[in-house]
């Protein structure tokens, strides 16, 4: 089974500033893909960013990018230019695929606090 | 724009009541998923179904059932409410086959007490 962790139930940035968030993973898979996901106060989940493991390059999305290190199984975010409205809990995921369909395992999230 | 709709936002129920959790999707989606949100553990997946009238469990699914007889709704059914089934729940849905691998539609959550 699959397992995804999040070593940083917390972590704080000032406005404007870069932050970090990360994550480890364990599989013995080859092909799959890494989500990071955002849930703001209005609980609604978004997706930031999603990358896929044979593909060497980091995924970019505006001001979101990761730093994936397969052999190392880590998959952090990196948030640039830190925003207000980036506050909000993040979560990492797993997808494997399946014949059958896929299922998507979460780690236990990193609640990011952007102060003024 | 695409929605995942639960229909309620905050419940609270007594011990032993049989609680519905309801979940609609409009993206005509093949897969859905319930899962539970709790502080310090992430989401957990209870069940979930790749097509209608089928369901497969999930990491934690003791104390659940699930029910889907149309394509659009994915029904969480708590049996006999406990105290430890307090917690967000929360809907999702994916296309099938590589589709699914750009993730998941999530509703908004259904923040469940039970007393």
């Known amino acids: 089974a699959q397992t995804v962790t999040q070593s940083q139930p917390e972590m704080s940035v000032q406005e404007a500033e870069t932050v970090t968030l990360s994550c480890t993973y364990d599989t013995s898979e080859n092909n799959y893909y890494l989500f990071w996901y955002k849930q703001p106060p209005s609980r609604q989940m978004i997706l930031v960013i999603r990358?896929?493991?044979?593909?060497?390059q980091n995924a970019t999305e505006n001001r979101f990018s990761v730093n994936f290190q397969k052999a190392a199984k880590s998959f952090s975010l990196k948030i640039s230019d830190s925003q207000l409205g980036d506050t909000a809990m993040y979560f990492c995921?797993?997808?494997?695929?399946?014949?059958?369909?896929?299922?998507?395992?979460f780690g236990e999230g990193t609640q990011l606090t952007v102060n003024p | 724009d695409v929605k995942v709709t639960q229909s309620s936002r905050y419940l609270v129920k007594r011990t032993g009541e049989k609680v519905f959790l309801e979940c609609v999707q409009d993206?005509?989606?093949?897969?859905m998923f319930w899962y539970r949100q709790d502080p310090g553990l992430g989401l957990r997946l209870i069940y979930f179904?790749?097509?209608?009238?089928?369901?497969e469990k999930g990491d934690i699914p003791e104390g659940y059932s699930v029910s889907r007889e149309k394509k659009e709704r994915f029904s969480l059914i708590l049996e006999s409410a406990s105290t430890n089934q307090t917690s967000m729940y929360l809907c999702?849905?994916?296309?099938?086959?590589?589709?699914?691998?750009?993730?998941?539609?999530f509703g908004s959550g259904t923040r469940l007490t039970v007393v």
């Open positions: 179904s790749y097509d209608v009238k089928m369901k």
């Open positions: 999702a849905s994916s296309s099938e086959g590589k589709l699914a691998n750009y993730g998941y539609t």
């Open positions: 990358q896929e493991a044979y593909k060497q």
């Open positions: 993206m005509d989606h093949e897969n």
């Open positions: 995921a797993f997808m494997k695929w399946e014949t059958s369909g896929s299922r998507l395992t």
